[in-house]
């Protein structure tokens, strides 16, 4: 099956600043790769998804690269704000049924 | 739609007695997927069903675990007996069968069990 691994587990930026959360694919099969945001004591909720005829895709201040040859992907926040703190998740789909999760990035924005 | 509906959202119970986690899905999608959440392993998919069908439960620990779907809109997750390791956060999540238009789960509010 398929193995995401998600890097990394625990990230602190100043507000302001941007961050980055890498994930790796290992079944070339995937072509769906959504991230999901947590809030403490909340559920997964998506923030942004990307296919694998897509290279980037942005939605304001988020942002998602997709690097099928390697199989990485990789989110981007930019100008960070204290609201953006929470668990990030990503994934990775081949059938859009079969959803395989990596372990989490925690993200601090500290004030 | 109230969104996918998940009871009750917090469980204590003791080793040995039998836990029954309850979902309701929202109405019109097909999918419905069981994920436990620990610190350790993050989100793991335990069972998902298709049109009230299991799939695949591959990811079901063991045969303490049990899930069922009676119709389209309830199912439910059971553990007998429960053990301490199984504390966790129970997430039932639910997806239209469109997914190559948008492909997003749309998680309950969760329960959270504690197996003293």
């Known amino acids: 099956g398929e193995n995401v691994e998600q890097h990394p587990s625990t990230l602190s930026v100043q507000e302001g600043d941007s961050a980055v959360i890498k994930c790796t694919y290992s079944d070339s099969a995937s072509n769906y790769f959504p991230w999901y945001k947590q809030e403490l004591g909340k559920r997964p909720q998506l923030i942004i998804d990307?296919?694998?005829?897509?290279g980037e895709k942005k939605d304001q201040r988020i942002a998602v690269t997709l690097n099928k040859t390697a199989k990485h992907f990789s989110l981007h926040i930019t100008e960070t704000q204290p609201e953006d703190s929470a668990v990030y998740f990503c994934?990775?789909?081949?059938?859009?049924?079969?959803?395989?999760f990596g372990t989490g990035t925690s993200l601090t924005v500290i004030p | 739609d109230a969104g996918v509906i998940q009871s009750p959202r917090h469980e204590v119970t003791e080793m040995g007695q039998e836990v029954t986690l309850r979902c309701k899905p929202i109405s019109g999608h097909d999918y419905l997927f069981w994920y436990r959440q620990t610190m350790m392993r993050g989100l793991e998919l335990l069972i998902y069903f298709n049109n009230n069908v299991p799939i695949d439960d591959s990811g079901m620990p063991e045969d303490r675990f049990s899930a069922k779907m009676p119709n389209a809109s309830f199912s439910t997750l059971k553990i007998q007996p429960s053990e301490p390791r199984d504390s966790a956060v129970y997430f039932c999540?639910?997806?239209?069968?469109?997914?190559?238009?948008?492909?997003?789960?749309?998680f309950g509010e969760g329960s959270r069990l504690t197996v003293l």
């Open positions: 990307i296919r694998s005829n897509v």
């Open positions: 999540a639910s997806m239209p069968d469109r997914w190559y238009l948008t492909g997003e789960l749309f």
């Open positions: 994934a990775a789909s081949q059938t859009g049924n079969q959803f395989y």
